[in-house]
């Protein structure tokens, strides 16, 4: 059965202090890892798509990092304009529709001043 | 980057009525669209997948004729939550995979519909 699962559910961080969000994902045959930010009230904002083990993807102060288990994302110095629901997911392999993905729950960034 | 917008954003309606939701990809052309539900501090639930100019496929537990999804171009889908009960409040978010992009998927602004 595919899962992703992200941890940690919320996540304060003072600002400047970098810090790595965690999704884990059993899948079969993976065809794509996506992150999404999302605000509250607003659909997810695409950040990142990653394709195979050791891939790496940056975008200001946030990297992603894919394994053959898990990604990570890396936040750099986050500031307040950086809270915001981080949501992980993965589009499967074999037997799958063309953008069908699977979500995991999402970790809640709160970066305070 | 492609854009794809839902309207309204929000609607209020009364048990028992019908209420539709558009979804609409701006600069791009979408075979495929996607519809989602999701609750307070819960993740995204896929409720649909929607083919152009063929029957929507719905997951499991997701009633067809409650959630009627209409995919009549490729730049259009609507879903209509027929007969809404207080149950159905939510937040759906549809999302819209551009055709020859490869992976890539973008999702709308969402619609939050409170049934009263």
């Known amino acids: 059965e595919d899962q992703v699962t992200q941890s940690p559910e919320a996540l304060r961080l003072q600002e400047g202090e970098s810090s790595s969000l965690n999704c884990s994902y059993t899948?079969?045959?993976?065809?794509?890892l996506f992150w999404y930010r999302q605000d509250p009230g607003k659909g997810p904002e695409f950040l990142f798509t990653?394709?195979?083990a050791g891939e790496e993807k940056e975008k200001e102060r946030l990297k992603a990092t894919l394994t053959k288990k898990e990604s990570f994302l890396h936040i750099t110095a986050p500031k307040p304009e950086d809270s915001a629901t981080y949501l992980c997911?993965?589009?499967?392999?074999?037997?799958?529709?063309?953008?069908?993905?699977?979500f995991g729950r999402g970790t809640q960034l709160t970066v305070w001043p | 980057g492609a854009v794809v917008s839902q309207h309204p954003s929000w609607v209020i309606c009364k048990s028992g009525t019908s209420v539709k939701i558009e979804c609409r990809s701006l600069?791009?052309?979408?075979?495929?669209m996607f519809w989602y539900r999701q609750f307070p501090k819960q993740s995204l639930m896929l409720m649909a997948t929607?083919?152009?100019?063929?029957?929507?496929?719905?997951e499991q537990g997701v009633e067809k004729d409650k959630f009627l999804i209409n995919h009549a171009s490729l730049t259009l889908s609507t879903l209509t939550v027929t007969s809404a009960h207080p149950e159905d409040s939510s937040f759906y978010i549809c999302?819209?995979?551009?055709?020859?992009?490869?992976?890539?998927?973008?999702f709308g602004e969402g619609s939050w519909l409170t049934v009263v």
């Open positions: 929607s083919n152009e100019g063929s029957k929507a496929t719905y």
């Open positions: 999302s819209a995979r551009e055709a020859g992009s490869g992976n890539t998927i973008y």
């Open positions: 990653l394709y195979s």
């Open positions: 997911a993965v589009r499967p392999g074999r037997g799958s529709t063309l953008g069908r993905l699977y």
């Open positions: 899948v079969s045959g993976l065809r794509g």
């Open positions: 600069d791009f052309q979408a075979t495929t």
